[in-house]
């Protein structure tokens, strides 16, 4: 089946007529009670969309999902501030009211005749294979297909993401997470694969602009030394006509000067530095991802949720 890629999040907001004015509303009220949110329906979306052009889904089972993913949370319009925005730990009791958005998010859905198909993914999206999710505890296929996709775009967001009261995890060690729930038989990890697989295209992506940068750097500084020796020369023997042609090669700005070039060479010296050591960590990231996608593929041979579902 032809890949077939959407803009879902142009100009920061879904191009997708399918959203009327009022549920485009509710998602944008979400977003102004809570930043952290707002960037995790964006998140998730982007996510979901990336699985599913992984997959090769078709058109319309992509727009149906990335639908889905951009009401996943819409529930949570009804959950209290003071819960939604805590700085911190949920408690027990407080957690009982946030899983609630689930339910809330299904009852919105049921409220707009296009968006009921929709209502029991939004509703599901926290379920587990093995019935330990909420709110229903569904167990296997129960679950439908679209909800574990989005589950595991919204737990791979959740984790990465920096929030109120952490910071975000590294991708590998979000996936290391996810694929311990994937052994626990609480998500799927065939689904999980065509994520890493995206995600490792995306790292190779950036390895590949990091040592393009560390090379245009090295030609930068090696420019910024034969000007540093230049004017170490004319310090020493003063200003002269060759001098003055030499310099007069680099076209160099007015008021460019010794000092000017010291100041470059430092902060162009840092950069090259800074851009080896995010070299060295997309590279270890790459490794490791190899190693997680084997696992992953691994794991989802032995799936058997959806027997009635190519993927």
């Given at each position: 089946?032809?890949?077939?890629k959407i803009d879902?999040l142009?100009?920061?907001?879904?191009?997708v007529?399918?959203l009327?004015?009022?549920?485009?509303a509710?998602?944008?009220?979400?977003g102004?009670l809570d930043?952290?949110?707002?960037?995790?329906?964006?998140?998730?979306?982007?996510?979901?969309?990336k699985?599913?052009?992984?997959?090769?889904?078709?058109?319309?089972?992509?727009k149906h999902?990335?639908?889905?993913?951009?009401l996943?949370?819409?529930?949570?319009?009804?959950?209290?501030?003071?819960?939604?925005?805590?700085?911190?730990k949920?408690?027990e009791?407080?957690?009982?009211?946030m899983?609630?958005?689930?339910?809330?998010?299904?009852?919105i859905?049921?409220?707009?005749p296009?968006?009921k198909?929709?209502?029991?993914?939004v509703r599901?999206?926290?379920?587990?294979?093995?019935?330990?999710?909420?709110?229903?505890g569904?167990?296997g296929?129960?679950?439908?297909?679209?909800a574990s996709i989005?589950?595991?775009?919204?737990?791979y967001?959740?984790?990465?993401?920096?929030?109120?009261?952490?910071?975000g995890?590294?991708?590998?060690?979000a996936?290391?997470?996810m694929?311990?729930?994937?052994?626990?038989?609480?998500?799927?990890?065939?689904?999980?694969?065509?994520l890493?697989?995206?995600?490792?295209r995306?790292v190779?992506?950036?390895?590949?602009?990091?040592?393009?940068?560390?090379?245009?750097?090295?030609?930068?500084?090696s420019v910024?030394?034969?000007?540093?020796?230049?004017?170490?020369?004319?310090?020493?023997r003063?200003y002269?006509?060759?001098s003055q042609r030499?310099l007069e090669?680099?076209?160099?700005?007015?008021?460019?000067?010794?000092?000017?070039?010291?100041?470059?060479l430092?902060a162009?010296?840092?950069a090259?530095e800074?851009e080896?050591?995010?070299?060295?960590?997309?590279?270890?990231?790459y490794k490791t991802?190899k190693k997680q996608?084997?696992?992953?593929v691994?794991l989802?041979?032995?799936e058997?949720w959806?027997?009635?579902i190519?993927?």
């Amino acid at each position: 089946m032809k890949r077939t890629k959407i803009d879902v999040l142009g100009s920061k907001r879904m191009n997708v007529q399918d959203l009327d004015e009022e549920i485009r509303a509710e998602v944008q009220i979400l977003g102004a009670l809570d930043i952290f949110t707002d960037a995790h329906v964006l998140g998730v979306t982007k996510t979901t969309t990336k699985i599913c052009e992984e997959m090769e889904v078709s058109y319309e089972f992509l727009k149906h999902c990335v639908l889905c993913a951009y009401l996943h949370d819409v529930g949570k319009i009804k959950v209290p501030s003071e819960v939604l925005q805590k700085n911190g730990k949920l408690t027990e009791d407080e957690f009982k009211i946030m899983k609630m958005h689930t339910v809330y998010g299904y009852e919105i859905c049921m409220e707009y005749p296009n968006f009921k198909n929709l209502a029991p993914i939004v509703r599901a999206h926290h379920e587990s294979f093995d019935g330990s999710g909420y709110p229903d505890g569904l167990v296997g296929n129960q679950i439908p297909f679209e909800a574990s996709i989005i589950k595991v775009a919204d737990v791979y967001d959740a984790l990465t993401q920096r929030r109120q009261y952490k910071e975000g995890y590294k991708q590998s060690q979000a996936i290391g997470i996810m694929l311990d729930d994937a052994r626990k038989n609480r998500m799927s990890a065939r689904i999980m694969s065509y994520l890493i697989n995206y995600l490792l295209r995306e790292v190779a992506a950036r390895i590949e602009e990091h040592e393009n940068n560390i090379e245009q750097f090295k030609e930068q500084l090696s420019v910024l030394h034969e000007l540093e020796t230049i004017y170490k020369s004319i310090y020493d023997r003063g200003y002269t006509k060759k001098s003055q042609r030499k310099l007069e090669r680099y076209n160099l700005s007015p008021g460019y000067d010794m000092s000017t070039n010291a100041n470059l060479l430092t902060a162009k010296q840092k950069a090259l530095e800074k851009e080896r050591e995010w070299l060295e960590f997309c590279k270890e990231e790459y490794k490791t991802l190899k190693k997680q996608l084997a696992e992953a593929v691994s794991l989802g041979k032995k799936e058997k949720w959806y027997p009635n579902i190519s993927y």
